[in-house]
């Protein structure tokens, strides 16, 4: 058993966003993104992955294959890794996003961020 506090993993971003990794394993990790105000997380895929992304605090435009998405606090949604994602930062404070990725794919998204 562990217990996380999410205020632990919400960071100002020193740049554009901060990642900040809260668990990891073979099956899955999950992790707070922070996006700074009017920025974005640039389009991606997650190749065999299934990521769920909850707004924590802020706004955001979830462009998936094309297709926006407006989320705010309280909202999950789910995206299959094939599809092309980009997150947006509509808000006027720091965007925070709890992630979850299964499996995890490659190691490279298994750490903390800061671009």
């Known amino acids: 058993m562990n ?8 960071q100002e971003p020193l ?3 901060a990642k900040r990794m809260l668990f990891t394993s073979d099956n899955i990790i999950a992790f707070v993104l922070n996006i700074a ?3 974005m997380l640039p ?3 997650h190749l ?3 990521l769920f992304l909850q707004v924590m605090e802020g706004n955001a435009k979830v462009v ?11 909202e999950l949604m789910q995206v299959d ?3 092309s994602l980009q997150v947006i930062n509509t808000g006027e404070e720091v965007l ?7 499996p995890m794919g490659s190691e490279a998204f298994a750490t903390d961020a800061n671009v």
């Open 96 to 102: 925070r996003l709890f992630v979850t990725i299964s």
């Open 81 to 83: 890794g094939q599809e």
């Open 43 to 45: 389009g991606h895929t």
């Open 64 to 74: 998936t294959d094309g297709n926006e998405t407006s989320l705010q606090v309280g």
């Open 15 to 17: 740049g554009k966003i």
């Open 3 to 10: 217990k996380f506090i999410f205020n632990d993993y919400f």
């Open 48 to 50: 065999e992955s299934t």
């Open 37 to 39: 105000k009017g920025e």
